[in-house]
């Protein structure tokens, strides 16, 4: 069964925000990040003497992944808050506004349930139920979008985007480098980055240009996300900074 916890880009009611919070303090948030691609690579020549240390991209916090799974559910709920799931490799991902948590699956005499010490959510089908000690959340299941692979962007670590005006970002998965297509795709950039701060258990990432004359900041952080014009839901929220500009949108991990 596909599951995705509603968008949360509201931010928590003070009803569910206890529990966030002792979620994250007690380290909850994600487990290791996803793996990346090998660090050695041949000179052009093929010989298996001379090899050439590369740079390489970067590992990522495993919450801005699917985690197997093939689909993002987006919920609405009640009080007011958005959360956004994912169900694969036996257990229920879930994103919100102000963090990401793994539940792993528990008895029900209907439906799936699925439970993380004292947070838990209950999926009806098209109705799910959250509940921790601070409070409880009725959500509605509201939709649901197709998990990006490899094949669909080969060579692709992370992928974001955002509107107004239309623009996209892509992590390559052998190289520290950004590609950028900006201005409804009129402006296209690679440009070379450096890891500047890296929370994995926390899920946060931040980038830096590699080149003075370019400078630019992207801050990486999981969280429930929502495309401003379509509503589809992701796992992580973006914000690109460059040229005295501010880029917002959602984005994805790819994994191999």
Partial sequence: MLLSVSLAARG???????????????????????????????????????????????????????????????????????????????????????????????????GARYQQGELSLWDKGEQAVVEGPRGRLDCTRDMTREAMTRQDRPGVMFHGRGQEPGWTLSLPSDLPELDLLLDYG??????????????????????????????????????ACFDSMSGEPYPTRVTLTLDGETYRGCGQGIAP
Avoid at 15 to 35: I, K, R, T
Avoid at 76 to 98: F, K, M, Y
Avoid at 195 to 203: C, Q
């Fill in 186 to 223: 009129e402006r296209q950039l690679t440009l070379p980055y450096r890891v500047t701060a890296l929370d994995n258990a926390a899920g946060r990432m931040q980038l830096a240009s590699g080149r003075a004359d370019t400078p630019f900041e992207l801050r990486l952080e999981a969280g």
């Fill in 12 to 110: 928590l009611t003070p009803l569910f925000m206890p529990l966030v919070v002792g979620l994250l303090l007690a380290g909850c948030a994600v487990s290791p990040s996803e793996p990346a691609s090998p660090p050695e690579v041949t000179d052009r020549s093929g010989a298996s003497s001379d090899k050439v240390v590369k740079p390489t991209a970067p590992l990522m916090p495993s919450s801005f992944f699917a985690g197997g799974a093939e689909t993002f559910v987006a919920w609405r709920c009640i009080p007011d808050q958005d959360l956004v799931t994912a169900n694969g490799d036996d257990e229920l991902r879930l994103w919100s506004a102000h963090g990401a948590w793994r539940l792993a699956p528990a008895v029900v005499a209907s």
